[in-house]
């Protein structure tokens, strides 16, 4: 049993601000399933978006934010995040996060990427999610009322059901984890919980997040009582190295910037010129589609993108991490061409939040990926994610520091019990029902969807979901186990989602409801 004035559930750009925020005046316990570094934080590559140009405007990035999202996004969420987002980035430079400077050395360097209207993205060269976790771990270490534990996994949300004394609050007093190192329960408790735990990724048989975005915490809020916002929004990558052990690897569109073609594998024929005039330079959806359509439509693995008609120095300047990766895969990008498959890249649904960070369930904030607040609509505008983080990391605590009195000090809480389960002899069940979901719902419930589609997943789901809660019910837990049981909840929440918008908007697109409803609806399902 721990027990901490306030519990950050994830060690990423988010749970780490809000941790940063709290501490100077409350102890404040960081949890992360792995190592602290394994969320998605420490690797985003491109950076983070901001007004820093002069004949930039707030408006503007307001519009770009708004237009990739569909208009699905709530206005005044973006407005408040957009003219956050200079003050945050000075925040994180003062921490030490050292942005790449300008030319002429008086201001940020700034990039621009698809979708903003000016160069707006701040960044750390290819590899800015990595100095600024550095950044946040180093500051989140060094303080006094940080306590960081990692190797600790979320099980549940501990709730007035969980009291010594029963109650029906829906008031969330901390959690059970379950402690890698020692192989035990725990409860760990605290006035106020803040949910930082990423996105739901690994939903997918391919995807560019790290191996724990099993959407944990989405699933962990929907069973305490909390509204679940615009899941079907989940954004792909068009091109993701198609191996059978690597299976996150980027290729980055700058390789079709630079001319990479993408191709079908039996016949090498072109195909982008058939789906849109702009070819390869067709934005990130449409490319995804395109590759989509050809695989489904001939039973394909992947498609090809190559490179290998360019200069081979020429490419190895351009590409040297994608040359290097992929030579040691035995593939010389200089002389054939890259097996590419579309992969999941990025969660835009999840927990619904206000402004300040709060959630339905009382004393629960939530903060990050593993959000719906408003800001990203029906798709994410680049480099706006990471800005979330700071932004609704910071709200989040100084809604906490400010609302303290009426913040309820913990009752006494059950311990976890395990007196009914046993340990496992069929560990091949987990391992079978997990590659199962990421092959149907990549098959079923991926870029291009149809109700027929839907409706078989959800099939598949109902019967899986009562197979792994069956398995729960009798086992004793392991991290496996508690990452598929909130797979399966996650999944179904996808499917769900998806089956109830009947129109085409952003990034859900059906076959069955082409066009775009007048009237932008957000889908909330409630438990
Ligand atoms: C390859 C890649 C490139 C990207 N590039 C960019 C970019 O350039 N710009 C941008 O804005 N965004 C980018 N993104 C998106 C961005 O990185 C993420 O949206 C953001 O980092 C999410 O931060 P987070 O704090 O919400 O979660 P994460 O950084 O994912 O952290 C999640 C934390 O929660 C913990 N956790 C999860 N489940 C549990 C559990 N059950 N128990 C305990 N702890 C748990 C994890 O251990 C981890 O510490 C990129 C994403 C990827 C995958």
């Not at 921490?95 to 903003?116: K, Y």
């Not at 048989?205 to 975005?213: E, I, K, V």
């Not at 040359?323 to 097996?339: C, S």
Request: charged letters at 25%; hydrophobic letters at 40%.
């Amino acid at each position: 049993m721990r027990a901490f004035d306030v519990l950050v559930i994830g060690s990423g750009a988010a749970g780490l601000t809000a941790a940063l925020n709290l501490a100077q005046t409350k102890k404040v316990g960081v949890i992360a399933k792995g190592q602290l570094d394994e969320g998605a934080t420490n690797w985003a590559q491109g950076g983070v978006a901001a007004v820093l140009e002069e004949g930039d405007s707030f408006d503007a990035h307001v519009n770009d934010t708004m237009i990739a999202g569909a208009g699905l996004n709530k206005l005044s969420v973006v407005e408040h995040v957009v003219s956050e987002a200079p003050a945050a980035i000075a925040r994180l430079a003062e921490l030490g996060v050292p942005f790449n400077i300008d030319d002429d050395g008086d201001g940020w360097h700034l990039t621009r990427e698809g979708g903003h209207s000016h160069r707006r993205i701040v960044h750390v060269a290819d590899a800015t999610g990595w100095a600024i976790q550095q950044a946040l771990e180093k500051a989140a270490r060094d303080h006094p009322n940080i306590t960081l534990v990692p190797d600790m996994v979320a099980i549940d949300l501990v709730t007035g059901r969980h009291a010594a004394e029963f109650t029906t609050s829906g008031e969330v007093h901390g959690l059970y984890a379950f402690n890698r190192k020692t192989g035990e329960v725990e409860t760990i408790t605290a006035r106020a919980t803040v949910l930082a735990t990423g996105g739901a990724g690994r939903t997918y048989l391919y995807s560019t997040a790290p191996r724990g975005a099993t959407g944990d915490g989405i699933a962990m809020a929907w069973r305490a009582g909390c509204r679940i916002s615009n899941m079907e929004f989940m954004q792909f990558h068009p091109t993701c190295l198609y191996n059978l052990e690597v299976k996150n690897f980027l290729i980055t569109e700058a390789v079709r910037g630079e001319g990479g073609l993408l191709r079908h594998p039996e016949t090498g024929h072109g195909f982008m010129p058939d789906y849109d005039e702009r070819a390869e330079l067709a934005p990130r959806d449409i490319v995804a589609r395109a590759i989509d359509s050809e695989i489904k439509r001939d039973g394909l693995d992947y498609v090809h993108l190559d490179i290998s008609h360019r200069e081979p120095e020429f490419v190895k300047v351009h590409f040297p991490n994608i040359y290097e990766k992929l030579l040691g895969l035995g593939i010389d990008i200089t002389k054939e061409p890259i097996p590419v498959v579309p992969a999941q890249h990025y969660t835009c649904g999840g927990v619904m939040v206000d402004i300040d960070g709060r959630t339905d369930a009382p004393g629960l904030y939530a903060a990050g990926e593993v959000t719906q607040s408003g800001l990203h609509g029906a798709n994410r505008l680049a480099s706006n994610s990471l800005l979330e983080c700071f932004v609704f990391g910071e709200c989040a605590a100084r809604h906490i520091l400010a609302h303290w009195g009426e913040l309820h000090d913990p009752p006494a809480i059950r311990p976890w019990d395990e007196s009914r389960v046993t340990d496992s002899d069929e560990e091949v069940v987990i391992q079978q029902c997990w590659g199962e979901i990421r092959r149907f719902m990549w098959n079923f419930v991926g870029i291009v969807r149809t109700t027929k589609r839907l409706e078989r997943a959800k099939h598949r789901i109902d019967l899986l979901r009562q197979e792994v809660n069956d398995y729960y019910k009798h086992f004793t837990v392991t991290p496996d186990l508690i990452e598929l049981r909130n797979l399966v909840e996650v999944a179904d929440l996808i499917i769900r989602s998806a089956l109830s918008r009947h129109e085409s908007r952003g990034l859900h697109f059906t076959l069955d409801y082409p066009d775009t409803s007048p009237e932008a609806l957000d889908t909330v399902l409630v438990p």
